[in-house]
């Protein structure tokens, strides 16, 4: 024990400069959006490594549950194209073209934060650029917040700056999904008409409104209603369709929009 403390007398300054080089970190990341965002997008070359080895070891012994989906998702893509070739749809079908989408493998995941990030193996040299939509087989999953070269970071459904354009499905009426912290599988549908008619078990779905998204990618579905006391709004609480804390695969929708339009919901990002 009297060599331990000896050891650390001698060695004082040391430990005292590494105790105030991690405060110093802490407040610069902790305290300032541009540097904290930055370290935790993880989209620089030696992270995303660093992540995508990590996950490999993860994904080979989790391959079972990876065939699992990917047959789940080939039995609705199916389900897709008959429903397409029937209501031949010449729009939907370019929406859901192969062309317009980029698979994408998850690397790191937060779900517990107040504001989560996902990292995904592609990046602006396959052709993946900030403001694209992601999902996965089962649903939406987030926006492209940052495209590095190689990697990219999306800012999911799990987090406060995230707004994805949401309707019920089989109706018009629309609202914005967003996420106020808290449970990781639920989140608020907010703005929805006063009038529309909405009961709990119902699907919301993406309302194809920009080129985020396409239309009718499932979000969630209805376990509460409340409507507000302003009498113009309801608030509906949703159970999300995805998992968070589950993704492997995912795909990143890259139809491009009118400028304009893109545009507008870049400066909405910012």
Do not use: C
């Not at 400069?17 to 993880?42: C, H, M, P, W």
């Not at 192969?98 to 107040?114: H, L, P, Y």
């Not at 209805?222 to 409507?227: A, G, I, L, N, T």
């Amino acid at each position: 024990m009297r060599s331990l403390l000896d050891f650390i007398i001698r060695h004082s300054y040391v430990f005292l400069f590494i105790l105030l080089e991690t405060l110093a970190l802490v407040l610069l990341f902790g305290f300032n959006d541009r540097q904290k965002e930055a370290f935790l997008t993880s989209a620089n070359s030696l992270s995303g490594t660093l992540y995508e080895w990590r996950s490999n070891v993860g994904s080979y012994f989790s391959l079972r549950r990876e065939n699992a989906v990917l047959a789940d998702e080939n039995s609705r893509l199916r389900s897709m194209l008959y429903e397409l070739a029937d209501s031949q749809s010449v729009n939907t079908a370019r929406s859901m073209s192969s062309e317009g989408v980029i698979a994408a493998r998850v690397i790191d995941n937060s779900v517990r934060k107040d504001d989560n990030y996902i990292t995904i193996d592609k990046g602006s040299r396959d052709g993946v650029s900030k403001g694209m939509g992601v999902y996965s087989p089962l649903g939406v999953v987030g926006v492209v917040m940052v495209a590095g070269k190689r990697y990219s970071v999306v800012l999911p459904v799990l987090n406060g700056r995230t707004s994805i354009s949401s309707k019920i499905k089989g109706s018009d009426s629309f609202g914005f999904l967003e996420w106020n912290g808290g449970d990781p599988y639920k989140a608020l549908l907010r703005d929805v008409p006063y009038h529309s008619t909405v009961n709990v078990g119902d699907t919301i779905v993406t309302t194809g409104f920009s080129s985020v998204f396409p239309e009718n990618i499932p979000v969630g579905t209805v376990s509460e209603v409340e409507r507000l006391s302003n009498g113009y709004t309801l608030k509906i609480t949703v159970n999300l369709a995805v998992d968070m804390s589950d993704l492997g695969w995912v795909y990143v929708h890259s139809i491009t929009a009118d400028p304009e339009i893109e545009g507008m919901y870049q400066q909405i990002l910012q």
